[in-house]
């Protein structure tokens, strides 16, 4: 095999992304190579181009998440290939998803700043799901008494979600959209399946506060959205930048 060749290249690419089945950083990928075979960092690149072309008009693609590349389903075929699983996904409530909404859209936020958002006490069982599924994680403690602790999302919540960073967050105008959806509205109708089937249900009860409404939730998130980039920016650089690819092997940090 000519590894010099991005198109002999790129094949090798898709195997290795086919068995690992979870998305691989381009200095792992180039790490797989022993160093006397290992392609110039221009034709590394250059195949992957090219795997990601040959995937128009497949069933699956090739992603680029937080933590590196993938091969995935297409959305398009989602539905379909669901039924393959035998047990039901797990669900999201719709607590924890106004919960996961505010730590992302104004991290580092603290426990006590998303209660006062949303109006209702913060389950300790959702804060203890989002955690335990890696999706968020304690990047700080506030300077003030208590010192609560901040909370921000991770490669893994951004992987789930197929995002490649926070900038791919959809703008709240959109969230605003769907405010007739009711798993936005704070009554008792169920919540849609195909919202419902993104993550776990909490089963504890909430303590019932003077809950806001949805528009007052999305007023608050607007107000809050500018400090996201002044607060955590920082933050995401400098998890980012131990991934960063370079011609010469280094690491540095990746442009905002």
Request: with cysteine; hydrophobic share 40%.
């Amino acid at each position: 095999m000519n590894l010099t060749d991005p198109r002999e290249l790129a094949p090798l690419l898709e195997a290795f992304l086919l068995a690992s089945g979870k998305p691989q950083s381009l200095e792992r990928l180039f790490e797989l190579f022993e160093e006397g075979e290992r392609p110039e960092p221009p034709v590394f690149k250059k195949a992957l181009e090219l795997l990601r072309k040959s995937c128009d008009g497949r069933s699956f693609e090739l992603k680029e998440v937080a933590s590196g590349y993938r091969l995935q389903i297409r959305d398009t075929f989602s539905p379909w290939v669901g039924r393959l699983w035998e047990e039901r996904p797990q669900r999201y409530s719709r607590a924890m998803l106004e919960t996961m909404a505010l730590i992302a859209y104004r991290q580092p936020i603290t426990r006590g700043e998303i209660e006062d958002v949303r109006g209702v006490a913060v389950n300790s069982h959702i804060v203890k799901t989002l955690l335990e599924r890696e999706w968020i994680r304690v990047v700080g403690y506030r300077e003030v008494p208590g010192r609560p602790a901040m909370f921000a999302t991770t490669k893994a919540f951004l992987d789930h979600f197929n995002l490649k960073n926070l900038d791919d967050l959809p703008p709240l105008a959109e969230l605003r959209e769907l405010e007739p959806d009711p798993i936005l509205d704070f009554d008792d109708a169920p919540v849609p399946e195909h919202i419902q089937a993104l993550a776990d249900e909490s089963a504890e009860p909430e303590e019932p506060k003077d809950e806001t409404s949805f528009r007052t939730l999305l007023t608050e998130l607007d107000s809050m959205e500018e400090g996201l980039k002044i607060d955590f920016d920082d933050l995401l650089r400098e998890d980012l930048a131990k991934e960063a690819f370079t011609p010469d092997g280094a690491v540095e940090p990746q442009a905002a």
